[in-house]
Each structure stands twice: as structure tokens, then as C-alpha cells.
């Protein structure tokens, strides 16, 4: 069974950056596409960026197009997301999840969500 596991979120300033890890266990990573995923307070669990199975695609919401970035190494079963230019919107739990595609990253077709790591950008 996949499990996935976040890690690498903050307190950052605005306009600064993190990388986010999700690193997968119990199954090959490259079965899968890994969509990112979050969540602010009192908001609903929103998609951000996609990879799909083997990196030859990505997709990203337009809110953070051009500031972030999603990669992959199979081989050492981790997705990364990058954030640049980081907002005070952008302030959510973050989760990476499982799919067959990305398509649209619609929620309902993601599975084994990992537990989420906190991102807070504020001064």
C-alpha cells in the first residue's frame, strides 16, 4: 500500500521560498501521478500542481503559475514542490496525493494523502 509522507514546510517572509518533500513508501512511486494539494483555514482542500507518473508533465493552478514548481525522482521515490515568491495567501496546510493522471487535479481522484506539512507566510 503507497503511503506518503510531506515534509519541509514554514514560517517564511513574503516573497521568500520553500521546497516541499513528499516522499512515498510501500509501492513504486512511478505507478503514479503525485498531485499537491492544500488547505487554508476554513477553506476547502484545493489542487495546486501535478506530476505525472514518469515527470513528462506537469500541470499547475494559475494562482501559483510561475512561482511554483513540481518535480520528481523515482528513483529515490520523492516529489518536490517548489515555491518561490512565496504570499500571504499561499498560507495552508499542504498535502501530496496519489492518482493514475493528473487531468484536472480534481480531488476525488486522489488517494493516500499523506498527513500535510504547515506552510505560514507572513512578516
Known amino acids: 500500500q503507497l503511503q506518503l509522507v510531506e515534509s519541509g514546510g514554514g514560517l517564511v517572509q513574503p516573497g521568500g521560498s520553500l521546497r516541499l518533500s513528499c516522499v512515498a513508501s510501500g509501492m513504486p512511486l512511478n505507478y503514479y501521478a503525485i498531485g499537491w494539494f492544500r488547505q487554508a483555514p476554513g477553506s476547502e482542500r484545493k489542487g495546486v500542481s501535478c506530476?505525472?507518473?514518469?515527470?513528462?508533465?506537469?500541470m499547475s493552478v494559475d494562482s501559483v503559475k510561475g512561482r511554483f514548481r513540481v518535480s520528481r525522482d523515482n528513483a529515490n521515490n520523492t516529489v518536490w514542490l517548489q515555491m518561490n515568491s512565496l504570499k500571504p495567501e499561499d498560507t495552508a496546510v499542504y498535502y501530496c496525493?496519489?492518482?493514475?493522471?493528473?487531468?484536472?487535479?480534481?480531488?476525488?481522484?486522489?488517494?493516500?494523502w499523506g498527513p500535510g506539512t504547515q506552510v505560514t507566510v507572513s512578516l
Open positions: 496525493a496519489a492518482s493514475l493522471r493528473c487531468d484536472n487535479v480534481r480531488l476525488p481522484d486522489f488517494g493516500s
Open positions: 506530476i505525472s507518473n514518469n515527470g513528462d508533465n506537469t
